[in-house]
């Protein structure tokens, strides 16, 4: 299912965003494993919505040998959440590619302090199980680069990520609510967390990650809510921070909470030229003003760190 086929131009100014739904409705309809393609070229694609659940295989391959280019005016996509979502999907893999968020403009606005959209998340996995994303780089995202949200056994490796370090809010990867996650062997360098591990993660395994610059490897924020769910069994390992604010982060709200922190394992890190190697931040709050200022909630038990 090459999106040529369905009308895709790659100049990167023509609109393809219909040319990828009607491939992937397409390869959704599909009954036998399905391959959709995308050459090499820049293709301009809106916000588009991948819906899994009426698919007949699970088993759709996306392998991206081009660029996929976001439009440039951030009011486009800048209230919509997501650039490119996928829910509900099942068995999906992505190969390869290159996803450009064009977030200059919108951080530009927020820097300047004007009111500004919050912006789009360049690629969303919601409810989802059974996804691998292999060589996928994500450059300039206007707000998060990629969040899993409510995903079950999912792989991201040979991931390359990057944002300028003065470029808010574009966290590298955010993972809530989800459990089965591996992310490895990927070079990460954004304006804020690296990787981010909110409420909700078990049985998450991060390994051989280059972390710079950014925020570092944080678990949370936690505890904003009363009642959250917690974060355990996390293993992080063999990760090299350069030039980071922090290297091995956990932040938690000074307020009341049912979240928490148990079974994580640090092990094997260099740090270089990192301001907070390791940080426990019991009173987190980004924006100055309006602290809640009473106790956190949120319980922090068997965290190790080792050989760092």
């Known amino acids: 299912y090459n999106v040529q086929s369905y009308g895709a131009k790659s ?15 397409a390869a959704c309809a599909s009954v036998a494993p399905a391959t959709i393609y995308v050459p090499p070229g820049r293709f301009l694609v809106g916000g588009a ?11 759709i391959t996306i392998r991206i040998n081009g660029t996929l280019v976001a439009p440039s005016d951030y009011n486009v996509l800048g209230h919509t959440g997501n650039w490119l979502k996928f829910e509900r999907v099942n068995g999906l893999s992505i190969y390869g590619g290159t996803l ?10 927020k820097n300047s302090g004007k009111h500004c959209p919050q912006g789009a998340t360049s690629l969303g996995f919601y409810n989802s199980n059974k ?20 995903c079950q056994n999912t792989r991201l490796e040979g991931v390359k990520i990057s944002a300028p370090e003065n470029s808010p809010n574009t966290d590298g990867i955010h993972v809530q609510s989800s459990s089965g996650i591996t992310i ?14 909110g409420p909700g993660c078990s049985n998450m395994w991060v ?12 678990i949370g924020s936690l505890g904003s809510s009363v009642q959250e769910p ?30 928490f922190v148990a ?30 200022g009473q106790a956190s909630g949120v319980r922090i038990s068997d965290v190790t760190y080792q050989d760092v």
Not at 211 to 218: E, K, L, R, V
């Open 11 to 25: 100049d990167g100014r023509s609109d393809s965003t219909n040319s990828f739904l009607s491939a992937w409705a």
């Open 49 to 59: 919505s991948f819906w899994g659940q009426n698919c007949k295989n699970n088993a």
């Open 100 to 109: 450009d968020g064009q977030g200059t403009g919108l951080w530009a606005c």
């Open 131 to 150: 996804v691998l994303v292999s060589g996928l780089s994500s450059l300039n995202s206007q707000f998060f680069h990629i969040i899993l949200d409510g």
């Open 184 to 197: 490895t062997t990927s070079h990460i360098g954004t304006g804020d967390d690296c990787i981010s591990l």
């Open 207 to 218: 390994e051989n990650i280059n972390c710079g610059p950014g925020h570092g490897i944080s």
């Open 230 to 259: 917690g974060v355990k069994n996390v293993t992080v390992k063999t990760v090299t921070f350069s030039g980071t604010e922090n290297g091995l982060r956990i932040k938690t709200w000074a307020k009341p909470s049912t979240g």
């Open 263 to 292: 079974g994580v394992l640090f092990q094997h890190a260099v740090m270089i030229n990192v301001q907070n190697p390791i940080i426990i931040d019991q009173n987190y709050c980004p924006s100055g003003g309006r602290c809640p």
